[in-house]
């Protein structure tokens, strides 16, 4: 006796799912310069690693005998696979079936990929087209009758950002929950031109405001990664969208169970860049390129950047010193001066959550002259989201060093480390700080001096040389105020021995915090 019969019907229905919504949408989607969901598995996912879960879910018809005589697949791809070795949970929307809508659910495979995730500590990965499992009018027909909306399986969607990695790629238009799934991550992306992202699309905001609008101008990812901050990444293609996918991963855990990976890097942990004698500029008005400081410093190539196109007077990002994963936070002076302003807020408080959540040691490269100022920054809320980042780096636990390299001022400043903890910290002879820069503070500390002069230029000038002379961080060394003031070359080799350090003391911390990360 042989089950070979129900083994054919079984692989005849698999190749009905393969076929995804049929020949007509699948030419759809590549004329829309988009790939199918299975070939988006296939490129992300190492070559015959992907595992599917629920294949034969979907919609049949059945004849007078029983037998199957159509069959549509449900628009949601689910497995395990290897992203360069690594098992993942990888599921993603099919639009080539009612667009990715829920009335083509069938179950709930998106829930459990996620309960997969959490139980068995996998890194999750969903690449969103459509509307992610959200609403359909349609429904109302299927169904007969509306429903009060509800969250279900919320709980485990927000329990998983404090277990392991999850990651949503925005890889078509995405409207409603799918959208929501974006934001609910530790790092998203839009793929430039063929990816949108809004809370509702373009015909239902026509029908609101009475103005007709195109998806790019309504949720493009130039708003999205520039603007909003709701996505982290910009990529110009789906290739590289995978490849920054895999990247990002590489820096993680599979959980908080578990250390990030070490990599053998070809460079010197020793190595001594002479270049970064120079780089900060004598004049203080002056900008740098803060992205040559990481690159002397860190594994040569290493450094991943998150978020560039917004809050851009910080720089964040995932690097390696001599192979260990670490985050990376500098101030960047070509964007406010480096001052921190409402968007810097909210990006500093997010990535120092990730790297809290999945024992990253941090390095923050300090060139703070404080918080933004300005009628704009006070209605942007800077003080309430500046406070919210300020926190944030006080709740972390992860091992965390200090570089000042140049200002550090004012409360901004003042929360480049936990000052109640070791505050580990290292400064560059350029290292300037205090309350108030001389240049700014002069004026309101010696006013009536200044205005009792013949010639108060001439005043404010004599009392800012007079003060220059304190302004050396070789006085405040004296005092014991600094720890160390240190070669500039001699930053990545003091590194490198301290992340040995820190990666031998997360060893003992490992598992989840009190707290998840905040979305």
Known sequence: MSWQKEVDELRRREALAYKM???????????NGRLTVRERIAALADDGSFHEIGALAGKATYNDAGEMQDFVPSNFVLGTALINGRKVVLGGDDFTVRGGSADAKVGDKSGYGERYALEMRLPLVRLIDGSGGGGSVKTLEMVGHSYVPALKGIETTLRLLGHVPVVCACMGSVA???????????????????????????????????????????????????????????????AEAFEQIAQFLSYLPQSVWHLPPHVNFQDPADRKDESLLSVIPRDRRQMYEVREVIAGIVDKDSFFEINAGYGRSLAIGLARLDGYAVGIMANDTKCHGGAVDAQSSEKMMRFVDLCDTFHLPVINLVDNPGFLIGIEAEEA?????GSRALMACLQATVPWVSVIIRRCYGVA???????????LRYAWPSADWGSLPIEGGVQAAYRREIEAADDPDAKRREIEAMLEQYRSPLRTAEAFGIEEVIDPRDTRPLLCDWVKLAYDLTATQLG???RTTRP
Do not use: C, Y
């Not at 919504?21 to 004329?31: F, K």
């Not at 809320?381 to 989201?385: A, E, I, K, N, S």
């Not at 003042?414 to 505050?423: C, E, R, V």
């Open 21 to 31: 919504g049929g020949e007509e949408r699948v030419a759809r989607q590549h004329d």
């Open 413 to 423: 400043g003042a929360g480049h480390g936990n000052s109640d903890g070791l505050n």
């Open 176 to 238: 409603g929950l799918g959208a929501v799934r974006t934001t609910i991550s530790h790092f998203s992306l839009m793929v430039k031109d063929t990816s949108q992202m809004f809370v509702a699309g373009p015909p239902v905001v026509e029908r609101s405001f009475g103005k007709p609008v195109g998806k790019n101008e309504l949720g493009g990812s130039q708003i999205h990664a520039h603007g909003s901050g709701a996505v982290d990444n910009e990529v110009e293609s789906e």
């Open 381 to 385: 809320g800077t003080v309430r989201l």
């Open 512 to 514: 989840p915090k009190a």
